[in-house]
């Protein structure tokens, strides 16, 4: 009954702010200017396009929080430099833009083309650079006490903020806006799907797919699962242990690579500080899914994204991270191991 219950109060938790602004939309209706004159709507237009732009957004987040649940869910650190990893990201992403001439009176083939490389060797360099980290910072303290990787884990994200601190100074820089986020893609029921929400959510769909089917089907995968649920046991089955949890970082770090070209197209802005208030939100959407869930991550993130949209909209910016973390402790209350349930070695 108990869990019925929590189970239930969760989904109606979750549920409440889209019903009760949905509910508010078709009887109080909403203001717009439609040829310069006010008119009032009784639909759920509005709704329908908050909760997009939450999806998209939340996308960014779902592949910035499956590098950190991958992490976890392997050694159980928490790696506080891998939002700083996306930043990385961003400002290759950015770099290398300039490098192949790509600016917004580009052609659609040479950009696409161009852009695709940039995703490609953006999630290489990331991917490396986290796998570095990893053999520089972690490994050696494998068998030291929790509290000193994790503090070497903050250290680290200090080196890459002043690194991206001396590569784009301290303030937020403008990037060019080469796919013209705002334009309209087509038309569903009254909500408009701009070409930023197809970038975003067409870019996580097909890695979360592809990451999904090589973790569950190719012996790298099942290795990385052994090696998260008993290490001992995995090698001595003849696992490669460092290799494997090497591996884990590379792939979380290639998703963070990703989601740093996504960020920059969509915002078109970067800055150094960028990665810590990401990382914040993505290691909150891996913790509200399900530590080490690669779909928790995923859900957390969208969860969060559309969270976010609502708050930013009808409730006030001031008041979004408060009602982010909010959404967060109720969760945690009611389902402690997240939504989808933890996948670690203490959760069996």
């Known amino acids: 009954m108990r869990a019925h219950i929590g189970v239930w109060g969760l989904i109606a938790a979750l549920a409440a702010l889209p019903i009760y602004y949905g509910i508010s939309d078709l009887t109080s209706g909403y203001t717009s200017f439609v040829n310069g004159h006010e008119v009032v709507h009784h639909d759920l237009s509005l709704l329908g396009f908050n909760l997009l732009e939450g999806l998209s957004n939340g996308a960014i987040w779902a592949l910035i929080a499956i590098g950190y649940t991958l992490v976890y869910g392997i050694i159980e650190l928490i790696n506080f430099a891998h939002g700083d990893v996306f930043t990385m990201g961003s400002f290759t992403s950015v770099s290398l833009w300039g490098a ?3 600016t917004v009176s580009t052609g659609p083939l040479g950009l696409v083309l161009g852009l695709a490389l940039t995703l490609v060797i953006s999630m290489a360099v990331c991917g490396t650079l986290n ?15 929790k509290l000193a990787p994790l503090i070497t884990a903050i250290g680290f994200s200090f080196v890459l903020q002043n ?3 001396l590569w784009h100074g301290g303030e937020a820089t403008g990037v060019s806006d080469l796919i013209h986020e705002g334009s309209k893609v087509f038309n569903i029921s009254g ?15 097909p ?14 995968g099942r290795a990385m699962r052994a090696t998260a649920q008993d290490p001992e046991a995995a090698r001595l089955m003849g696992i490669n242990v460092d290799h494997t949890i090497s591996l884990a970082f590379m792939l979380g770090g290639m998703l963070a690579g990703a989601a740093g070209l996504v960020y920059a197209l969509y915002e078109t802005n970067i ?6 208030q990401a990382g914040l939100i993505a290691f909150t959407a891996a913790v509200m899914g399900g530590i080490g869930n690669i779909r928790g991550a995923v859900l957390g993130g969208l969860l969060i994204g559309c969270v976010q949209q609502l708050s930013d909209f009808r409730i006030g910016p001031e008041w979004t991270e ?3 973390f909010g959404y967060l402790i109720l969760v945690m209350i009611l389902r402690p191991r997240g939504l989808l349930g933890e996948e670690t070695r203490e959760a069996g």
């Open 100 to 102: 192949f001439g790509l």
């Open 131 to 145: 796998v570095l980290i990893e053999r520089v910072a972690y490994r050696p303290l494998r068998g030291a006490p």
């Open 163 to 165: 690194v991206g601190l």
């Open 191 to 205: 909500v408009t799907v701009h070409r930023a929400d197809v970038l975003a959510i067409g870019v996580m769909v």
């Open 207 to 220: 890695l979360v797919i592809g990451l999904s089917w090589f973790v569950n089907r190719t012996a790298a």
């Open 271 to 276: 800055w150094y500080f960028q990665g810590f």
């Open 322 to 324: 408060a009602v982010v």
